[in-house]
C-alpha cells in the first residue's frame, strides 16, 4: 500500500481555487534560482580560466584546485542564509526575501566579473573573489525556500507539481544558455582571449537580467504575512525532523547527480581530452534535455504522485550510469560523450523536480520558507561543494575515467531508498486517502 501522508492544514492548506501566475512574474520569482544556476555553470566552465587569473601556482592543476576550491567555500555560506533569508521569509514574508536574496545574488556575480586580476592587485584579488563567493552562497541559500513556498502557495492546489517544477525548469534554462553561451565564446575567441576577458562576459551576460528581475519582484502580490495568517501560529520544527532527514538525503543525492553533470565540461577537457566546443555542448545537452523534460516531471506528479515520478527514474539511473560512463570511455568520440550525458540529464529531470515539490507540501506554511531553505542549503553545502574538487582529486590519482560513475551510482542507490520513505503528499493521492 502506498505511503500516504495526511499532512496538517497548515501544510496542505486547503485554499481556495487560484487561477495562478502570469507567466512574467513566473519568471520573476524563479530567476533567482535561474542566475545561480547560470553563475555555477559558468564558473565550471571556466574555473581554469579563473584559477588562472586569480590564483598564483606554477601547476596548472594546483590553480584549477584552488580555483574549485573557492567555489566549494561558498557553499558553507548557504546554511547560514537558508537560515537568515528563510526565517525573514517566515515573519516579514516571502516577498521582502525574494527581492534581497536577488540583490545580494548580482553583488556577488557581477563584482566576480569585475574583479582586477592577481597580476594587477596582487593578493587582494583571491581575498575579493572569495568575498564575492561567500555573498553568492549566502544568497543563494536564502533564495530557494521563499521561492519554492512561494510557487507552491500562488499555485491551483491540484498544479502545484507543475509550479514547482518551474523552478527547475528555469535553472536548466539558465543551464542551457550558459553551454550556449559558453560554447559561442569557446568557438569565437582564442584561449587567450577567454582567459583575459572572455569568462568575465560570460558571467556579465548573466547579470544583465537583474535590475529587470529586481523590479518585477517588487511588483509581485505577497502569498504569505504572518499578520494575516491565523493558522501561522509558532510551529515546532521536531515532528517534522524524519521528513527533513529524507529530504536532505534525497537532495544531497541529487546534488551530486546536478554537479556531477556540470563537471562534465572539465571531466571532458581534462579526463578525455576532448575539444573546449565539444565540452560546451555538453552542458548544452544536459540544459536542454532538463529544461524539455522537467515540467512534464512535476505534471507527471500532479497526476500520479510525487513518489512514483521519482522512484522510477532514480532506479534506472541506478542501473545505467556504470554502463553509460563505459560507452564514454570506450567509444570515445563526441556522439557517445552528448548521448551519455544527455541519458543521465533525462533520468535526473524527471527524477529531481518533485523532490522539492514534496517537500515543500510536507511542512507548514509558517516554518515552510526557513525549513525548506534549511534542508536543501544543509544538503548542497554538504554535497554541492565538495563534489567536483572530490572529483578532481579522485581521477587525478587513479586515473580511472570510470570515476564519476563509481561515484553517482551508490550515492544514486541511497537516494532512491529515502525516497520510498518519503510520505506521499499530492493532493490527488492524499485526497484519495482521505475518501470514504
Not at 528563510?86 to 516577498?95: E, F, I, L, P, V
Not at 535590475?211 to 499578520?227: C, G, H, Y
Request: glycine fraction near 10%.
Amino acid at each position: 500500500m502506498e505511503d500516504i501522508v495526511q499532512p496538517p492544514s497548515a501544510a496542505l492548506e486547503s485554499a481556495p481555487r487560484r487561477r495562478g501566475l502570469p507567466a512574467g512574474q513566473v519568471f520573476a520569482v524563479c530567476a533567482g534560482n535561474a542566475l545561480g544556476f547560470y553563475d555555477f555553470v559558468t564558473y565550471s566552465y571556466f574555473a581554469t580560466q579563473i584559477g588562472n587569473t586569480f590564483f598564483p601556482a606554477h601547476d596548472q592543476w594546483v590553480r584549477l584546485m584552488l580555483s574549485l576550491t573557492a567555489f566549494a567555500i561558498s557553499f558553507f555560506m548557504r546554511p547560514v542564509g537558508a537560515i537568515v533569508l528563510g526565517t525573514m521569509g517566515d515573519r516579514h514574508g516571502r516577498k521582502p526575501a525574494l527581492i534581497l536574496s536577488f540583490m545580494l545574488m548580482g553583488i556577488g556575480i557581477v563584482g566576480l566579473a569585475l574583479t582586477p586580476s592577481y597580476a594587477k592587485i596582487g593578493l587582494a584579488a583571491p581575498i575579493l573573489v572569495l568575498l564575492f563567493r561567500l555573498v553568492q552562497g549566502f544568497a543563494l541559500g536564502g533564495e530557494v525556500g521563499p521561492t519554492t513556498a512561494y510557487m507552491l502557495e500562488a499555485a491551483p492546489p491540484e498544479r502545484r507539481g507543475l509550479y514547482a517544477s518551474f523552478q527547475a525548469t528555469t535553472q536548466d534554462f539558465a543551464t542551457l544558455m550558459a553551454g550556449f553561451v559558453g560554447f559561442v565564446l569557446a568557438s569565437w575567441l582564442s584561449a587567450q582571449q577567454l582567459e583575459d576577458w572572455g569568462w568575465r562576459v560570460a558571467l556579465l551576460i548573466g547579470g544583465s537580467i537583474i535590475p529587470f528581475v529586481l523590479i518585477a519582484r517588487r511588483n509581485l502580490d505577497e502569498t504569505f504575512a504572518l499578520d494575516q495568517e491565523p493558522e501561522a501560529a509558532p510551529v515546532a520544527f521536531r515532528p517534522y525532523l524524519r521528513i527533513a532527514v529524507l529530504g536532505l538525503i534525497i537532495i544531497g543525492s541529487g546534488t551530486i547527480l546536478s554537479y556531477v553533470l556540470g563537471y562534465m565540461t572539465t571531466y571532458a577537457m581534462n579526463t578525455l581530452n576532448m575539444a573546449a566546443n565539444v565540452a560546451f555542448a555538453a552542458t548544452m545537452v544536459n540544459g536542454g534535455v532538463s529544461f524539455v523534460f522537467d515540467s512534464a516531471s512535476g505534471w507527471l506528479s500532479d497526476r500520479y504522485g510525487r513518489k512514483p515520478v521519482m522512484i522510477v527514474p532514480g532506479i534506472l539511473l541506478v542501473v545505467l550510469t556504470v554502463p553509460v560512463f563505459l560507452l564514454i570511455v570506450q567509444l570515445h568520440s563526441t556522439a557517445a560523450f552528448l548521448t551519455g550525458v544527455g541519458i543521465i540529464a533525462f533520468l535526473g529531470a524527471f527524477s529531481q523536480p518533485p523532490v522539492l515539490i514534496a517537500l515543500t507540501e510536507a511542512l507548514p506554511r509558517a516554518i515552510r520558507s526557513r525549513g525548506l531553505a534549511t534542508v536543501y542549503a544543509l544538503a548542497i553545502a554538504a554535497f554541492g561543494g565538495g563534489t567536483q574538487p572530490v572529483l578532481t582529486l579522485l581521477l587525478h590519482y587513479t586515473s580511472d575515467p570510470l570515476i564519476p560513475a563509481w561515484v553517482l551510482t551508490p550515492v544514486s542507490a541511497i537516494g532512491v531508498i529515502a525516497m520510498f520513505l518519503f510520505p506521499e503528499t499530492a493532493p490527488i493521492k492524499t485526497k484519495r486517502a482521505s475518501a470514504p
